[in-house]
């Protein structure tokens, strides 16, 4: 991971901000912030208050943004703690001053604009009444208007309008804050396609997420990028079954032959996709093997054939190995994308950390 943070950070003048929200993207979030913070992250970007506190809880005290902040949330805590807030609207900014003269401290906030994505951010026809109010609340002493940005929708299609037009978009709304007089110090908008493929989003600062954990969502490009994790279990139990037997809920499989089965002891509770039930597989004593039947809550069964196996053998779901399926197998079984498969990994897997001397 430190590796891959190294790389992204090469890419760019503009300082780097890891994003490790949802868990470190199932990693971890606090080991997953160190390993960027050494590999050359200078700041962290999660979407809740609750995961900026875990960093906070654990000692790391680079600058820090929390961008997924309804009124009524309790930003003091934030405030006190120098978590940066993303604001889109001016309801969150008059909270945000009221909470940081109350407290006497002046809160750092990054105002965010949609430029094309229809999700957070402000829309264009509100961008004069932001840049207005952040300006004549910064001139009063309560806030710091340190950070714009937006995101980008299409990052990764090299060759269609949507990254020129949010370009031209996110200039728009960098003037509307200069009309006001802004000037914040802070403009980001590249993702993780942005940092590999678009140079122009680059800015002050990036904001890689998927690319940091090994997955490059830019096909036309190569990149040194190295997947981090490997998940894999130890058979729990193996049977020798007939011909036509049924397997697992719903009998949506037979034995086409007289087989040996095994069971691993990870299922759709732990993040294994159940839809990818009678199309997926798992490396399990050096070769493929197919996951029959339904995935279960806490398991699967893996056909075998005439192949040993026996309890305690690993079964690798996916991983480094280029013999075994990948993340990217994933989501094609799946179908849905690396972020998603890598996030749904659940509470229940033991994560161990490998070279993490220094996390």
């Given at each position: 991971?430190?590796?891959?943070?190294?790389?992204?950070?090469s890419?760019?003048s503009?300082?780097?901000?890891a994003?490790?929200?949802a868990?470190?993207?199932g990693h971890g979030?606090v080991?997953?912030a160190?390993a960027?913070?050494?590999?050359?992250?200078?700041w962290?970007?999660?979407a809740t208050?609750?995961?900026a506190?875990?960093?906070?809880?654990?000692g790391i005290?680079?600058?820090?943004?929390?961008w997924?902040?309804?009124?009524?949330?309790?930003?003091?805590?934030?405030?006190?703690?120098?978590?940066?807030?993303?604001?889109?609207g001016v309801e969150?900014?008059?909270?945000?001053r009221l909470?940081a003269?109350?407290?006497?401290?002046r809160?750092r906030?990054h105002?965010?604009a949609?430029?094309?994505i229809?999700r957070?951010?402000?829309?264009?026809?509100?961008?004069?009444?932001l840049?207005?109010?952040?300006?004549?609340y910064?001139?009063?002493?309560?806030i710091?208007v340190l950070g714009?940005w937006?995101?980008l929708?299409?990052a990764?299609?090299?060759?269609?309008?949507t990254?020129?037009?949010q370009?031209?978009g996110?200039?728009?709304f960098?003037?509307?804050?200069?009309e006001?007089?802004?000037?914040p110090?802070?403009r980001?908008l590249?993702?993780?396609a942005?940092?590999?493929?678009?140079p122009?989003?680059?800015?002050?600062?990036?904001?890689?997420?998927?690319?940091?954990?090994?997955?490059n969502?830019v096909?036309?490009?190569d990149?040194p990028?190295?997947?981090?994790?490997e998940?894999r279990?130890?058979?729990?139990?193996?049977?020798?079954?007939?011909t036509?037997?049924?397997i697992?809920?719903g009998?949506?499989?037979a034995?086409e032959?007289?087989?040996?089965?095994?069971l691993?002891?990870?299922?759709?509770?732990?993040g294994?996709p159940r839809?990818?039930?009678n199309?997926?597989?798992?490396l399990?004593?050096?070769?493929r093997?197919?996951?029959?039947?339904r995935v279960s809550m806490d398991?699967?069964?893996?056909?075998m054939?005439?192949?040993?196996?026996?309890?305690?053998?690993?079964?690798?779901?996916?991983g480094?190995d280029?013999?075994?399926?990948?993340?990217?197998d994933w989501s094609?079984?799946a179908?849905?994308?690396?972020?998603?498969?890598?996030t749904?990994?659940?509470?229940?897997?033991?994560?161990?950390?490998?070279?993490?001397?220094?996390?």
């Open positions: 991971m430190a590796a891959n943070m190294e790389w992204l950070d890419q760019t503009a300082d780097t901000m994003v490790v929200k868990d470190g993207y979030i080991p997953t160190r960027c913070l050494a590999g050359g992250a200078t962290l970007g999660v208050l609750e995961e506190h875990r960093l906070r809880d654990a005290t680079a600058p820090l943004l929390a997924l902040i309804s009124p009524g949330l309790n930003v003091a805590g934030a405030i006190e703690r120098d978590i940066d807030l993303s604001v889109s969150l900014l008059e909270e945000v909470t003269e109350r407290l006497g401290r809160a906030v105002l965010k949609d430029t094309g229809s957070g951010g402000a829309p264009q026809s509100a961008w004069g009444l840049a207005d109010t952040a300006a004549k910064q001139a009063g002493g309560a710091e714009a937006s995101h929708a299409c990764e299609d090299l060759q269609g309008q990254n020129a037009d370009i031209a996110f200039d728009l960098l003037q509307a804050l200069a006001a007089g802004l000037q110090s802070l980001h590249a993702n993780s942005g940092v590999i493929a678009v122009r989003t680059h800015y002050d600062l990036v904001r890689p997420g998927i690319a940091i954990y090994g997955y969502p096909v036309e490009v990149t990028l190295k997947p981090v994790m998940l279990a130890r058979v729990t139990l193996t049977k020798r079954v007939e036509g037997r049924g697992g809920y009998h949506t499989y034995t032959r007289e087989t040996t089965i095994a691993a002891p990870l299922g759709y509770a732990d294994i839809v990818a039930s199309k997926c597989e798992l399990l004593n050096g070769r093997r197919p996951i029959r039947g398991q699967v069964i893996v056909e054939g005439d192949d040993p196996v026996r309890p305690g053998d690993v079964a690798t779901f996916f480094p280029p013999a075994g399926p990948t993340v990217d094609v079984w179908g849905t994308i690396p972020n998603e498969i890598l749904r990994i659940g509470a229940r897997a033991r994560r161990r950390y490998v070279g993490s001397a220094h996390l």
